[in-house]
């Protein structure tokens, strides 16, 4: 156990740091660096990927309830609309805004916004409809600053514009994908059972049959990476790869 | 660790005798209608989903639209082209062992077996069967010593336990390696497992084989014993000794002749001349040492090395056993080779 | 009686505040019966320095925007806005007004096992003894008491605070109160010596204790630097600055002498830390910073007269102490009780010594003042 002791110090040291602290103290006072936004009358510039509140387009939505089944907070549920098609509803009591139902809507139909001050009166308002998703929530800008943070290697500076930042956002940073595909990690052990070529959705394993000796073969550029056969391997010999 | 990932590999496909068949149904013209079946259910552990046990018999239930024709029960199953082994096997050792700290059939040296190879770090889990209040068998993962204080893990059953489906289970799931005990027909499984998937060669690191003459299924064996007065509330232990079923119970002991359970023995046992498990690793039984002990017979290294850690450990004491008095019983199941219909 | 009366004005009449500037009025207005002979009660300078400064309105002023101008300054230089929202065009200006009138409303709740009558007493008692250095201070040419022994006075007063505060823990009678005043007791005990013998290597060195005579000679800070060290490190002490805030610091209230206190009973007891801060601040302008001597100002002095620029500068030289005080806390972290200990009996007497034996090598060797 180390024990920790006071470093050693003489004295002119000592009184440089002491003077040096003063220093900071009166310069601080005479021309001061205030890092305080005075909400709501200023507002921090928020990145263009910050998450907020979500808007729906109902016009791109394809059915998929992808939305709804990887919520991890259960915030979603699927109404049926008068034209019999479910459209998604958002409780944000339980949303942790964390944008994976964007991030998986396959239509693109769910696309965030930078605002993150909704007030609710109770909690049943925070049931937020279909309806009340198309058009961004109401909020009261009261603020006449823009605070923006600047940091460089030494010292962090605000700079206050008088300007209103944009919170919807148009154009939303691209995705980087990382593609995975599936490959099999032990081939002696494979028994020839064929349920991954049954359960393959892309038809990227095949297998062959010539001279008694079986080949199975996994098309890499087909395969989308969605992992269904290596969960379903009743050896468990296949698994993800970065391709 | 870095993984050889593939995109192409190739399968051996076995022969079918039965061309336009799926291979279940070759597997069961061959051994299972035959009666030569063992009851090991290696094709039960390696089967993608359907092989199972109905009605004391190995059936696999819609196998004509659900089997998936992979070939791998039959690539399994030790009695598909039979060899049977007989005799006492290689052994590098003789010897009989009392377990200080486990209480088994005899000496519990297959306890001991298991735990000192965990102790050892060679396997992290070990198969065991224990029994529930009827005497119905139920497979145990054991992880730690501690866990057998469930007493009702150690003592021979007398009846089938599902060693090898668990076994499969337990290779998916382990890190370090499977320690397993099992019959002799339970041991070729294992063996012809590690043959034709390496996997296995991998996973499973110890074999321990028990000595065996006969088993019985579950239904027959308890109705039997049920008939002749056993309570099995009250049952403690069941013994075959020197030709007697020897009962016990918590106030009392019901004893007959084994012979008179001739009916009632499994019908793939009448064709198995393997008393001593002569594949495992090491083989465990009664015969051979004195009353309390167990007959340890040391086949492979790996077995060598975990009698030396038990007998550095001073976790057992080691007495005299004589290969002399197995000869009868080892004779007596050689004669079942006249059963084999070829 | 008439002699007696006239004997009292002839006092009144003699010892009065000149303020040239408001001397026509002052003409006009004496001559009026009653209001005449208040005003010139009130210009009576023993009551001047008793009433106004500095006395009572100048405590009751400071009181009520120094906290704020603390807070202010103090958040100025931790890069964060101190208070603003009470009247937010002002800067929150009128802030202690409105912590004021909050602890007004608040109940003030006395425990079942405090001891009742010295819970409350002790309360306002510390408040009003806080204020009894005030006497003997002096603002310029304007001093409620007028003795040679005004320092030895005023000393023995300051050293009253440690009781009060152990009056108030101790009627507290509960555990934590207990710790907390026990705790600024060792405090308080640890820097009255040092701080006592500043204030006694001053006085030799001026070589009197009638602080209208030091205000004319040189400047204590410039002559013996050490004792203004030691009395400012001990003037931070005795009022709870850092980094000395050991029982009484926010986080620390909940074993502090203050704990069992509410509405305005623990007002007043939050504002007697500015006060003792006040006075203190008096006591090292008057010791070391020259009282309330300074230049004259062309165009000003002449309107407002020797009096009174003594009593601006006096205030503005108080102003500069306190604000160097309170700016401590900005600086310095908080010390261990046992650091704290260790420094009072250690480090501070030492110097405190030092800065005797330096006044007494001045006086001796020739620098008479």
């Known amino acids: 156990m180390k024990k920790v002791t006071v470093p050693e110090q003489s004295t002119v040291e000592k009184a440089v740091r002491h003077a040096a602290a003063i220093g900071v103290a009166v310069k601080e006072s005479v021309y001061p660096l205030t890092a305080t936004v005075q909400y709501p009358r200023q507002r921090k510039k928020m990145p263009d990927n910050f998450r907020g509140y979500i808007l729906f387009d109902p016009e791109k939505c394809i059915n998929c309830w992808e939305c709804a089944f990887i919520c991890p907070a259960n915030a979603i549920r699927m109404k049926e609309a008068p034209n019999k098609k479910y459209y998604p509803t958002i409780d944000y009591g339980r949303c942790i805004f964390c944008h994976f139902c964007i991030d998986s809507c396959s239509g693109g139909a769910l696309r965030a916004t930078k605002i993150h001050d909704v007030a609710y009166k109770d909690m049943d308002e925070m ?31 605000l700079k206050k514009t008088r300007e209103e930042d944009n919170l919807i956002v148009e154009k939303a940073p691209p995705p980087v994908e990382i593609q995975m595909v599936s490959q099999c ?27 008694g000796v079986m080949r199975m073969k996994i098309d890499t550029d087909t395969c989308t990476g969605c992992g269904l056969c290596v969960k379903e391997c009743s050896m468990q010999i296949l698994t993800l790869v970065r391709k | 660790m870095k993984m050889v990932t593939e995109s192409e590999w190739e399968v051996n496909v076995p022969d079918k005798q039965l061309k336009d068949k799926v291979y279940f149904e070759n597997l069961k013209s061959v051994v299972i209608d035959t009666e030569m079946c063992s009851r090991c259910l ?20 819609d196998y004509e639209t659900k089997c998936l024709d992979c070939g791998a029960c039959v690539r399994v199953c030790p009695r598909f082209v039979y060899e049977p082994k007989s005799g006492l096997g290689d052994y590098i050792e003789f010897t009989a062992g ?33 029994r529930d209040e009827n005497w119905a068998t139920e497979m145990f993962h054991v992880r730690d010593s501690e866990q057998l204080t469930i007493t009702t893990l150690g003592g021979t059953k007398y009846t089938f336990a599902d060693v090898l489906p668990e076994l499969k289970k337990a290779v998916m799931f382990t890190k370090s390696g499977v320690g397993v005990i099992g019959t002799p027909c339970i041991v070729s499984g294992i063996r012809k497992l590690q043959q034709e998937f390496p996997i296995f060669r991998e996973k499973v690191k110890l074999v321990v084989g028990l000595f065996c003459t006969e088993n019985f299924h579950y239904d027959d064996i308890s109705n039997f014993l049920k008939a002749k007065g056993v309570d099995f509330s009250k049952l403690v232990k069941t013994d075959i000794t020197k030709g007697k079923f020897i009962s016990t119970m918590t106030d009392g002991k019901v004893k007959f002749k084994v012979t008179e359970a001739e009916d009632i023995v499994a019908s793939g046992c009448n064709v198995c001349t393997d008393f001593t498990a002569v594949e495992s690793d090491a083989s465990c039984g009664s015969v051979g040492s004195a009353k309390g002990f167990s007959t340890v017979v040391v086949r492979t290294e790996v077995a060598k090395k975990v009698i030396e850690f038990i007998r550095a450990k001073g976790h057992a004491d080691f007495g005299d056993a004589d290969p002399a008095q197995l000869d009868f019983l080892i004779g007596h199941k050689k004669k079942r080779a006249e059963n084999i219909k070829r | 009686m008439e002699e007696v009366i006239n004997e009292l004005m002839g006092t009144i009449m003699s010892n009065q505040l000149n303020i040239p500037a408001l001397q026509p009025v002052l003409d006009s207005v004496s001559q009026l019966p009653v209001v005449g002979l208040l005003i010139s009660f009130i210009l009576w300078k023993p009551v001047f320095a008793l009433l106004i400064c500095p006395g009572l309105s100048t405590v009751g002023i400071l009181l009520l925007f120094f906290p704020w101008v603390e807070r202010k300054l103090c958040g100025r230089i931790q890069w964060r806005v101190g208070p603003r929202e009470i009247v937010p065009w002002l800067g929150g200006l009128i802030q202690l007004l409105a912590d004021t009138l909050r602890f007004l409303f608040q109940e003030v709740i006395v425990h079942k096992d405090a001891h009742r009558p010295y819970f409350l007493q002790f309360a306002f008692l510390s408040f009003i003894a806080a204020l009894l250095p005030l006497l003997f201070l002096n603002a310029g040419n304007v001093i409620a008491i007028e003795t040679p022994y005004a320092i030895q006075a005023m000393l023995a007063l300051v050293c009253l605070f440690p009781f009060f505060i152990l009056g108030l823990g101790w009627a507290s009678n509960s555990r934590f109160a207990y710790i907390g005043t026990v705790r600024e007791a060792f405090m308080y005990f640890a820097y009255e010596i040092s701080f006592i013998i500043a204030v006694i290597a001053m006085v030799v060195l001026y070589g009197t204790s009638n602080p209208l005579e030091m205000a004319d000679k040189p400047w204590g800070l410039i002559l013996n630097p050490i004792a203004a060290f030691t009395f400012f490190v001990g003037a931070a002490m005795a009022t709870s600055r850092m980094p000395f805030e050991i029982a009484e610091a926010d986080q620390e209230v909940a074993a502090g002498p203050h704990v069992e206190y509410s509405g305005i009973a623990f007002g007043l007891i939050y504002v007697m830390c500015y006060e003792k801060a006040y006075i203190l601040a008096g006591l090292m302008t008057v010791l070391f910073l020259g009282g309330g001597s300074g230049p004259d100002i062309p165009g000003i002095t002449p309107l407002l007269g020797n009096d009174l620029m003594g009593i601006v500068w006096f205030l503005i030289k108080t102003i500069i102490v306190l604000t160097t005080l309170f700016v401590l806390r900005t600086i310095y972290p908080r010390y261990r009780l046992d650091q704290g200990l260790n420094i009072g009996w250690g480090a501070m007497i030492t110097l405190s010594l030092i800065a005797l034996a330096l006044s007494i090598v001045l006086v001796q060797g020739g620098i008479v003042l």
């Open chain 1, 127 to 157: 049931l937020t409809l279909t309806e009340e998703m198309i058009e961004p929530p109401e909020i009261i800008r009261e603020d006449k600053k823009l605070v923006e943070y600047q940091i460089d290697e030494k010292d962090l500076r």
């Open chain 1, 185 to 211: 990690i032990d081939r002696a052990s494979c028994i020839g059972c064929h349920v991954c070529e049954h359960v393959c959705e892309s038809g990227a394993i095949s297998s062959s049959i010539a001279n």
């Open chain 2, 42 to 61: 290696t094709c039960a552990a390696i089967c993608p989903g359907g092989i199972t046990v109905v009605n004391n018999k190995v059936d696999f239930p």
């Open chain 2, 98 to 130: 009392r377990s200080k700290r486990f209480a088994g059939q005899d000496g519990a040296m297959v306890t001991e077996f298991i735990v000192s190879a965990m102790e050892m770090g060679l396997i992290d889990r070990g198969l065991f069967a224990g």
